[in-house]
């Protein structure tokens, strides 16, 4: 992808003209922004276009620098692999970085992938309004737009801190390059955005499956504030959200999660992440990327069931580590619905050769590295933990129980002991753990808890002391630079900084 690529994109398939090109004359056979956006149509393709990252994201991304960044998660290191991965750089905490800035190409790739979302949402907003069809549809279209775009910008302050701030399409060379906006107004922006998106969009009932709505731009804001620790506001949205009777809990945690083909966009779902089994490109492989390796073709089928498995070799990524593992109380009915075991023959670590894997997303498919599981991004479960959160950090500790102790009640677990505002404070943090597991939430956890020092420098110890529980041959241990670099933010991808002095 050349450098300029995430800033210039617009729609696949589109390119981007100016009013100010040669003659000021489009040509008539090409599209671009000035012949594309003219029907209500068009709107409707250019949203969906706009959704597409997302996929890359899930597939490919945010478990490597969110998930794996954490204590829950690990890459499982083969040491006849000769590279040395930068996935390994990102979960060992030991990603090289200088004066702020970084080659890591996950962490490149992240990043282009989240404004690639905010070039084709700022196409839309910009030209939308002199558009003349439906108000109610150009609302919608409009709100999406906006949710998708405040979505990418938290997704960037949350991983960098400072990044450009682009509101408008980018049009050359020389617009591509902009200073750092600040934390302070990357979240100004987030929030505006998110608010006029709650307003636009519609209530589920009101929206197609798989679409964004008011709920899930109200969950957006929530989270937020929550991280901004502003209790108060996110109180008021989530009690919005759990009034409007539109989201529930389903009984069987184990069927929360989105089946090859059904149960997706579920009562509990407020947003996911939408793929299809198939050639049609918006196929999922997100389940293959998190398995443990070496696995045969025997192993993986009774995982996936389909009927051409095909061997993974490499190293893993995204494996559960024993510190998630335990984190589950004794009868927590979600750790076997979240967790699997399976044995790998051909792996160098030591008899019984038995390595976890993610089950909550393992579902049965039919073809070998295409399948059409949905991703969750705002489930119902979290509204109730975030409102448990909000609550008891303004002092309201008895009304916050209520809200842990319903998504206890559903993961076959007795009522919270915790009674102070410290000790409920922990118990939502153990319990967002548990039930959030592998859905890219733990790392944002500890961030804007500030305990990144406090968790995953007890993590390091624990598992430079005992490499072998993380996966390692008897005999092979971490690289001498594991967990040297252990910070908040990722520094800005260095490829990044070669068009622009700001970095």
């Excluded at 004359?25 to 706009?50: G, M, R």
């Excluded at 991983?159 to 050359?172: D, G």
């Excluded at 089950?359 to 599981?373: I, V, Y």
């Amino acid at each position: 992808m050349k450098k300029t690529s995430i800033l210039f994109a617009l729609i696949g398939g589109l390119t981007l003209s100016s009013c100010e090109d040669f003659l000021s004359i489009v040509p008539e056979t090409q599209l671009s922004s000035a012949t594309f956006f003219k029907t209500e149509n068009d709107f409707k393709q250019a949203v969906n276009a706009a959704y597409a990252p997302m996929r890359n994201v899930v597939n490919d991304r945010a478990w490597l620098v969110s998930e794996m960044r954490s204590d829950n998660t690990i890459y499982a290191r083969n040491i006849l692999f000769g590279a040395t991965e930068q996935q390994e750089d990102i979960s060992d905490h030991a990603i090289p970085d200088a004066q702020g800035i970084t080659s890591n190409t996950h962490v490149l790739n992240q990043y282009r992938l989240n404004y690639l979302t905010i070039s084709r949402t700022n196409q839309i907003l910009s030209s939308i309004d002199p558009v003349t069809f439906d108000a109610t549809s150009k609302n919608n279209i409009k709100g999406q737009a906006l949710f998708l775009r405040a979505y990418s910008y938290f997704e960037l302050v949350r991983y960098f801190q400072k990044a450009p701030l682009h509101l408008t399409p980018v049009t050359n060379r020389s617009e591509a390059a902009k200073e750092l906006a600040s934390e302070e107004q990357l979240y100004t922006q987030i929030i505006k955005d998110a608010q006029e998106a709650i307003t636009l969009l519609p209530a589920r009932p009101q929206q197609e499956l798989g679409r964004v709505t008011s709920g899930a731009a109200r969950m957006l804001l929530a989270n937020v504030y929550i991280t901004r620790k502003n209790w108060a506001q996110a109180e008021t949205l989530l009690k919005e959200i759990v009034s409007s009777g539109h989201y529930s809990l389903i009984p069987n945690y184990a069927n929360v999660f989105s089946d090859n083909t059904s149960n997706k966009n579920n009562a509990e779902s407020l947003f996911e992440v939408q793929f299809l089994e198939g050639a049609a490109g918006m196929a999922g492989s997100f389940l293959y990327n998190f398995m443990p390796r070496p696995m045969t073709p025997a192993e993986l089928v009774t995982i996936t069931g389909t009927s051409n498995p095909q061997p993974l070799d490499g190293e893993g990524n995204n494996v559960p580590t024993p510190d998630i593992i335990a984190a589950y109380e004794e009868g927590d009915l979600r750790k076997d619905a979240s967790i699997g075991f399976i044995t790998l023959s051909t792996s160098l670590v030591d008899a019984p050769k038995i390595f976890p894997y993610i089950k909550k997303f393992a579902k049965k498919h039919a073809q070998h590295g295409n399948h059409g599981m949905n991703f969750p991004i705002y489930r119902y479960a979290e509204v109730l933990l975030f409102l448990a959160e909000a609550l008891n950090e303004q002092g309201k500790t008895s009304e916050a129980a209520t809200f842990l102790n319903q998504v206890r009640s559903r993961a076959g677990l007795a009522a919270t002991t915790a009674s102070t505002q410290a000790t409920m404070r922990e118990a939502i943090f153990k319990e967002r753990r548990v039930e959030l597991a592998f859905e890219n939430k733990r790392w944002h956890d500890i961030t804007r808890t500030d305990r990144v020092q406090e968790i995953i420098g007890a993590f390091a110890a624990r598992a430079k002391a005992n490499p072998q529980l993380y996966y390692y041959p008897k005999g092979a241990t971490f690289r001498s630079n594991a967990f040297t670099n252990i910070t908040k933010f990722y520094a800005l991808p260095a490829a990044e900084s070669e068009i622009s002095p700001y970095f």
